[in-house]
């Protein structure tokens, strides 16, 4: 997807709002060039709902943990949010800005079909040499992490918004 397509999509975003979600994307593998999966495998998905968030007032990651922490009868200061390790936040949009690259940042609700691609061939995961488990912070002790993930603009084959498919 263009970047100027991205920001076309979520342009309308007030708040929050849930975005269906495929994406194709390469895979870094552990191991460097001594892997000879490296550079070869691929992760499709397919049907992921994520919720897309402007950040105009407060961080709602932020709030969604503490409101997490809450319910698990944890102390939600125990949370403190840090700053981004990479890129720039547009204001009052989901997109992260990083070295002329665009990138979607959005909160995991549901996933959809994943798939890994060696050569443009369905494997296993298992059978991938190197994959890497996702990770997810501490998160101030909360068990329901909130997963954040961040998209290359030129991975997402399509966004679903309000009814609308972007591609």
């Known amino acids: 997807m ?8 979520v342009a309308n975003i007030n708040g929050a709002s849930f975005v269906g979600l495929d994406t194709h994307t390469d895979v870094t593998l552990t191991g460097g060039k001594q892997n000879p999966h490296q550079g070869r495998v691929t992760k499709r998905m397919v049907g992921a709902t994520v919720m897309s968030f402007q950040n105009k007032n407060f961080s709602a990651y932020q709030a969604m943990i503490q409101r997490r922490l809450v319910a698990e009868n944890k102390d939600p200061g125990d949370f403190q949010l840090g700053e981004r390790a990479w890129g720039v936040r547009l204001p009052n949009m989901p997109i992260v800005e990083h070295k002329g690259e665009y990138y979607l940042e959005v909160i995991f609700m549901q996933p959809g079909k994943t798939e890994y691609l060696l050569d443009g061939n369905v494997v296993p995961a298992s059978f991938i040499i190197g994959l890497k488990p996702a990770a997810a912070g501490n998160q101030g002790g909360l068990e329901d992490k909130v997963i954040l993930r961040t998209f290359k603009a030129d991975s997402i084959t399509e966004l679903r918004i309000d009814g609308q498919a972007f591609q």
Request: proline share 0%; no cysteine.
């Open 2 to 9: 263009k970047h100027a397509t991205l920001i076309n999509a």
